[in-house]
């Protein structure tokens, strides 16, 4: 499978390229995210690498939850990407993304996201098979109901997290790894018809 990944999610977001069984990444800043020079960002990024969209075949694109204009800025490049060179849109998000290396390792596991003050959690089964909508929770409720579970927080998220949720049982911080999303998709766990943002009340 060989693809583009573009993640605009955070104020640090990431272009990933898979192709002939070569792998590249580059960090983009926050300024990066203006639909016009993400498009630059793109070309430089396949031209750095001596590759080109023939290479490819599918676009992967974070649907969030995140930066509003950095997803809808990412959301709109992919499409005119994929509509102009005939590749296939996948969306995906980082709930899903953070439990990905867990697949039919833990019965269940619950992603934690800090989004805009308030925190977030989403809970999947062994297969990701059935899963709960993102449901907004307290420092109080995380404490006195999910002590125990088995709970994921993507580790450049860490610094925004309050200590006392660090400090539970069971919490794993994980780097989020674009590699990943092949495994997701195969299985069909990800988006492929209606690739809209990922908005948090």
Known sequence: MNFLSIDCSTEIGSLFLKTKSRTFNKILQSDKYDNDLLMKHILDFFKENNSEFNDISEIF???GPGNFSGLRGS???AKGISLSKNLKLIGFNTFIWSCAKFINKKESIYSIIKFREKYFIKKF???????????????????????????????????????KILKLNN????????NELELLKIKGLLNEDLIKPLYLS
């Open 61 to 63: 694109v974070n649907q």
């Open 75 to 77: 959301l709109a490049t």
């Open 125 to 163: 089964d062994k297969n990701f098979t059935t899963f709960s909508r993102p449901e907004e929770i307290t420092v109080d409720q995380l404490i006195n109901k999910y002590n125990n579970n088995f709970k994921v927080i993507v580790k450049n998220h860490k610094k925004y997290f309050d200590e």
């Open 171 to 178: 919490v794993n911080m994980v780097d989020l790894d674009h």
